[in-house]
């Protein structure tokens, strides 16, 4: 209860803190006659609403920038999967013209062996 109690006056400090600098309310001390004091609070409700819109539309931009970039790093992704892709077809090409080669090579090897070793 207690921590409860310290999170809501921590708020309110916030509030208060974040109302004063952006001047949604000013408080005026007058003193009167007879040693008394007047306090007056203006709350202007116009700049608390157009200051939660404009931090609204702040907040939109930025999660849309954020998806903005997590759809750009999917097609980055997709992109590298297709270049891995691209890279192992060519590979795998490569390795069966060299063992194709190799294959040609070796039958020729074996070819002139039989040749010249079955002569009799």
């Given amino acids: 209860m207690r921590n409860l109690l310290a999170l809501l006056a921590a708020a309110v400090l ?11 309310f ?31 539309a702040k907040v939109q931009q930025a999660i849309e920038k954020e998806q903005h970039k997590g759809d750009a790093g999917t097609h980055l992704q997709n992109a590298a999967g297709e270049v891995k892709d691209a890279a192992n077809q060519v590979q795998q090409e490569v390795k069966d013209q ?23």
Avoid: C, M, T
């Fill in 14 to 24: 916030v509030f208060a803190g974040v109302g004063w600098y952006l001047n949604w």
């Fill in 98 to 120: 060299v063992n194709g080669a190799v294959d040609n090579q070796a039958d020729k090897i074996k070819a002139d062996v039989n040749a010249n070793f079955s002569r009799p």
């Fill in 26 to 56: 000013k408080v005026q001390s007058v003193s009167e006659a007879f040693g008394h004091r007047s306090v007056n609070i203006d709350i202007d409700s116009h700049k608390i609403s157009d200051d939660l819109h404009k931090g609204e």
